[in-house]
C-alpha cells in the first residue's frame, strides 16, 4: 500500500467533498490503492475493499479506533476500542472469487459482488434480483440451466449469506449497564471519511496560521512534516 503525502490526501477529500457515500469509499479506495484502475477497483469482491480501508486508516490514524455506540436497550452510552490492523487482517485474503451452493437438487455458482455489482442493484426495482443476474455464472436444477429469476427464495437467501462475509463488520457491544448486547456495524468507509474531513479542516487551519504568520504558500507549509509543523505552531502562539 502506498501512502500518500498531505496534499495529495487533501486532493483527495476536496473531491469528496461534494460526492455521496458511494463516491467517497470510491476515493478513499484510490487512495488505498493507487496502482489499481477504477474500473478493477470497482470490480474487487467488497470485502476486499473494506480491508483495504482498515489498512489504509491503520496507515493513517494508527491502530486503535474508538467506536461509540447507544445500547438498543437501556440507551447507555458506550465507548470500546477496535484494532484496525486485526480487523484488516481478518477481512483480507480469503482468496475466492466465487461462492457455490448446493441445495435440494440446485447448483449454483455466484461470483462475489463488487462495488460496481452492488450500486447497480440498487437502483434496480428489486435489488437481490438484479444483484443475482449480474453475478450470477450458472444455475442447474436437477441437470437444466435456469435463470437467476427462477432461483427460489430459499436458495437465493443462501447464495447472499453466502456471497461476502467481509462485506459486513456486526459487533454484538455488551452493555456495562444492563448486560444487554446491542449488534451494530461498523461502515468503515463512513468511519474513515469523517476521520479524514476532520483531519483535512485541522491541517487548513494550520496552513492559515502559518501562512498568516510567515508567509508561506500551502505547498511550503504541507512539505513540512507534521512534527515541524507543530513546532512552528507552538513558536506562532508564544509571540
Given at each position: 500500500?502506498?501512502?500518500?503525502?498531505?496534499?495529495?490526501?487533501?486532493?483527495?477529500?476536496?473531491?469528496?467533498?461534494?460526492?455521496?457515500?458511494?463516491?467517497?469509499?470510491?476515493?478513499?479506495?484510490?487512495?488505498?490503492?493507487?496502482?489499481?484502475?477504477a474500473e478493477r477497483l470497482s470490480a474487487l469482491p467488497v470485502g476486499e475493499r473494506e480491508a483495504d480501508l482498515f489498512a489504509l486508516?491503520?496507515?493513517?490514524?494508527?491502530?486503535?479506533?474508538?467506536?461509540?455506540?447507544?445500547?438498543?436497550?437501556?440507551?447507555?452510552?458506550?465507548?470500546?476500542?477496535?484494532?484496525?490492523?486485526?480487523?484488516?487482517?481478518?477481512?483480507?485474503?480469503?482468496?475466492?472469487?466465487?461462492?457455490?451452493?448446493?441445495?435440494?437438487?440446485?447448483?449454483?455458482?455466484?461470483?462475489?459482488?463488487?462495488?460496481?455489482?452492488?450500486?447497480?442493484?440498487?437502483?434496480?426495482?428489486?435489488?437481490?434480483?438484479?444483484?443475482?443476474?449480474?453475478?450470477?455464472?450458472?444455475?442447474?436444477?436437477?441437470?437444466?440451466?435456469?435463470?437467476?429469476?427462477?432461483?427460489?427464495?430459499?436458495?437465493?437467501?443462501?447464495?447472499?449469506?453466502?456471497?461476502?462475509?467481509?462485506?459486513?463488520?456486526?459487533?454484538?457491544?455488551?452493555?456495562?449497564?444492563?448486560?444487554?448486547?446491542?449488534?451494530?456495524?461498523?461502515?468503515?468507509?463512513?468511519?474513515?471519511?469523517?476521520?479524514?474531513?476532520?483531519?483535512?479542516?485541522?491541517?487548513?487551519?494550520?496552513?492559515?496560521?502559518?501562512?498568516?504568520?510567515?508567509?508561506?504558500?500551502?505547498?511550503?507549509?504541507?512539505?513540512?512534516?507534521?512534527?515541524?509543523?507543530?513546532?512552528?505552531?507552538?513558536?506562532?502562539?508564544?509571540?
Open positions: 500500500m502506498v501512502i500518500t503525502g498531505a496534499a495529495e490526501l487533501l486532493a483527495a477529500w476536496e473531491a469528496g467533498l461534494g460526492e455521496a457515500p458511494v463516491g467517497r469509499a470510491l476515493l478513499l479506495h484510490r487512495t488505498a490503492r493507487p496502482d489499481v484502475g486508516r491503520r496507515e493513517l490514524f494508527g491502530e486503535r479506533m474508538q467506536v461509540r455506540l447507544a445500547c438498543g436497550a437501556c440507551g447507555e452510552d458506550m465507548e470500546f476500542d477496535l484494532d484496525a490492523g486485526e480487523l484488516a487482517g481478518s477481512l483480507g485474503g480469503r482468496g475466492e472469487s466465487a461462492v457455490r451452493v448446493q441445495q435440494d437438487g440446485w447448483e449454483v455458482e455466484f461470483r462475489l459482488p463488487g462495488v460496481a455489482d452492488l450500486t447497480a442493484a440498487v437502483r434496480a426495482a428489486h435489488p437481490r434480483t438484479a444483484l443475482l443476474a449480474r453475478c450470477l455464472v450458472s444455475a442447474v436444477h436437477d441437470g437444466t440451466a435456469v435463470t437467476a429469476g427462477e432461483l427460489p427464495a430459499p436458495v437465493q437467501s443462501r447464495i447472499v449469506e453466502a456471497a461476502d462475509p467481509g462485506a459486513d463488520l456486526a459487533l454484538n457491544v455488551a452493555c456495562p449497564e444492563c448486560g444487554q448486547a446491542t449488534r451494530a456495524e461498523l461502515d468503515i468507509a463512513t468511519y474513515l471519511w469523517t476521520e479524514l474531513d476532520a483531519w483535512a479542516r485541522d491541517v487548513l487551519l494550520d496552513v492559515h496560521l502559518l501562512a498568516t504568520a510567515y508567509g508561506w504558500s500551502e505547498p511550503e507549509i504541507l512539505a513540512l512534516s507534521p512534527t515541524r509543523r507543530r513546532y512552528y505552531l507552538e513558536l506562532c502562539a508564544d509571540v
